[in-house]
């Protein structure tokens, strides 16, 4: 089974670059299959990581930001991955 993890954040007015570089710069404990990085509008971060695991898997994940980076808490979702079409 694959599992992908969702991380998505919302820039502080100005940041999203600081954000961007922030979040690209986390390292996890363990390597998944695939990581990649996406921005948005609105200086949103969005990292997506896909993993060899089963759904409910303890699986590392990117931390909160610090505070001064975002305007929110961070997103998180978690999606078992049906194949490509």
């Known amino acids: 089974m694959t599992v992908a993890l969702m991380w998505e954040a919302r820039a502080a007015d100005g940041r999203g670059a600081d954000l961007l570089a922030w979040a690209r710069a986390q390292r996890l404990p363990a390597r998944p299959l695939r990581r990649e990085t996406f921005r948005a509008p609105q200086d949103r971060v969005l990292v997506v990581t896909w993993w060899a695991a ?25 999606f078992e991955s049906l194949g490509a079409d």
């Open 54 to 78: 089963e759904y409910d898997a303890d699986l590392p994940e990117l931390p909160e930001p610090p505070g001064e980076l975002v305007t929110r808490a961070v997103h998180r979702w978690r």
